[in-house]
């Protein structure tokens, strides 16, 4: 069973940067695709970036190219934002799947408990 765990949210100004990071329990994960989703306050979860678990290729939403980078270590998942907005204020969540492309919530079966970013105007 997989399970993986956030960190590094947290409050920060507009214009600030901050680095989240996803940990996975199992060895397998290592092979998974790995995405960020996020979800505000009475809005749907949405995607925001993946990344491949054998050749690392990337997607990012338009919302966030240019500002945030996905990057992985085998069963690590890092996503450095940059240029943070306040509408990217939301609970971040990872997840981990062996499909892919990826880019929906349904194609992940294993999710992280979530990790609250705010951003500040």
């Known amino acids: 069973q997989e399970q993986l765990v956030e960190s590094g949210g947290g409050l920060v100004q507009a214009g600030g940067s901050l680095r989240l990071s996803c940990s996975a329990s199992?060895?397998?994960?290592?092979?998974?695709?790995m995405g960020w989703f996020r979800q505000a306050p009475g809005k749907e979860r949405e995607f925001v970036t993946s990344i491949g678990g054998s050749d690392y290729n990337t997607y990012y939403a338009d919302s966030v190219k240019g500002r945030f980078t996905i990057s992985r270590n085998k069963d690590t998942m890092y996503l450095q934002m940059s240029s943070l907005k306040p509408e990217d204020t939301a609970i971040y969540y990872c997840a981990t799947g062996n499909r892919w492309p990826a880019s929906r919530a349904y194609d992940y079966p294993y999710w992280g408990q979530g990790i609250q970013v705010t951003v500040s105007s």
């Open positions: 199992a060895p397998t994960t290592s092979t998974y695709a």
